[in-house]
């Protein structure tokens, strides 16, 4: 499978509201992401970003707006074939091993037809851990299977929430090398933060949440 690429507006959103208990917890938001960029998402503790993203994989129901993918509607099949989201808890199976998990995911959501599962392995830093099972890796060794399962999704738009956290230096410059080949892709990225680490070194546009009440 190639990345889809059909329009270089990738994501538009219009007047997207997500409450709680009928509290606002963002918007009403209007922002667009367009292939080659990444939308960095910033905010305080609590101010949504976390949900903001869940709410656009299309895992939380939003209260109001419209979500649109290449001009269309964000349906759950064409979210399905442009988004990968990173979340933060890995989504791995502890008691598969790192091959086993990315196969399984590959199977789930596709695999990009220029990668391979083990030349992933090795962009992330994981060779030499295809045995390894899940639950006996590390929290960065976790993260950077995430990032591998990432590198061989087909989506072109990246949901990264706080792709940086229990990263060491070098990973961090992992995800930073990541996203800029992604963008150089056709793709795009949305990357939450609040402030506390690197920005990826790319084309980035600003989108602050408030901090919630
Ligand atoms: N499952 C939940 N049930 C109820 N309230 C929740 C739930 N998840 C998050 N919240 C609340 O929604 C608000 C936004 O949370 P969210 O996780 O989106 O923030 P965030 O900006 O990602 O925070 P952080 O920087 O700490 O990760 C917070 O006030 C939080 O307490």
Not at 51 to 66: F, H, K, Q, W, Y
Request: contains cysteine; proline residues 5%.
């Amino acid at each position: 499978m190639s990345r889809p690429v059909s329009s270089s507006t990738l994501l538009e959103v219009h007047n997207l509201g997500f409450s709680r208990n009928e509290l606002p917890v963002f918007g009403p938001l209007d922002f667009s992401v367009s292939a080659g960029e990444a939308l960095l998402v910033q905010g305080d503790n609590g101010s949504g970003k976390t949900t903001l993203l869940r709410v656009l994989a299309g895992l939380l129901r939003a209260d109001s707006g419209e979500i649109a993918i290449g001009g269309q509607p964000a349906e759950p099949l064409r979210r399905a074939r442009a988004i990968a989201y990173l979340g933060h808890l890995p989504g791995l199976k502890a008691d598969l091993s790192v091959l086993e998990n990315l196969h399984h995911l590959c199977g789930l959501h596709g695999q990009r037809d220029t990668q391979s599962i083990e030349s992933a392995l090795a962009v992330v830093g994981l060779s030499g851990y295809e045995d390894a099972l899940a639950r006996q890796l590390s929290a960065g060794q976790k993260k950077r299977l995430s990032l591998a399962r990432l590198w061989l999704s087909p989506a072109p738009l990246w949901l990264m929430d706080e792709p940086y956290a229990n990263l060491d230096l070098e990973g961090i410059e992992l995800v930073n090398r990541m996203v800029r080949a992604h963008l150089d892709d056709g793709g795009a990225s949305l990357v939450t933060t609040h402030g506390a680490y690197a920005a990826p070194p790319v084309r980035t546009r600003l989108l602050e949440l408030g901090k919630a009440a």
